[in-house]
């Protein structure tokens, strides 16, 4: 068994590329329009995943990374309580730069990196999203380490 991805179905495409792209810094991997089906699938990867992916899975299928699937569905659909999840994990060289370049791009840190090591962030949809320092945690610091907690995460 291994790990294809994690789907997400998203309200915008435009919204949701703004966040997951210009915002984490991940990379479309794939994209695919089902006209017959009526939605458009995106898949994300993040670039460290992508450079430490092996060549080839046995049999010679494609690249194996670890990616997240955008599903947006033509039709419009509000998605609620039980079409969520609990969060998706992303781990980062340094946490209180990606918290800085989120809080440029208007996304806010719901739970900030006060211990260095920590923090949750929401996509467009409501999914969260939580932030983890790679390696040890980095030493605490101003503004994180003052600033509080905000709305659910």
């Excluded at 703004?18 to 009526?38: I, K, Q, S």
């Excluded at 939605?39 to 450079?51: C, H, I, K």
């Amino acid at each position: 068994m291994r790990y294809l991805h994690t789907m997400v179905r998203v309200q915008s495409l435009e919204r949701s590329l703004e966040f997951y792209v210009d915002g984490l810094g991940l990379e479309v991997v794939r994209r695919t329009e089902h006209e017959a089906g009526r939605f458009t699938l995106l898949f994300l990867a993040a670039p460290r995943d992508r450079r430490s992916a092996p060549e080839q899975h046995r049999g010679g299928s494609e690249v194996a990374v670890p990616m997240l699937e955008l599903t947006y569905n033509w039709d419009p659909e509000t998605y609620i309580g039980g079409r969520n999840f609990g969060h998706i994990a992303y781990e980062t060289d340094d946490i209180y730069a990606l918290c800085a370049r989120l809080q440029e791009q208007k996304i806010p840190i719901l739970r900030p990196p006060r211990d260095g090591r920590m923090a949750f962030i929401r996509s467009p949809d409501a999914i969260s999203i939580e932030l983890l320092q790679a390696g040890a945690s980095l030493p605490p610091s101003e503004p994180w380490l003052s600033m509080p907690n905000q709305g659910s995460w």
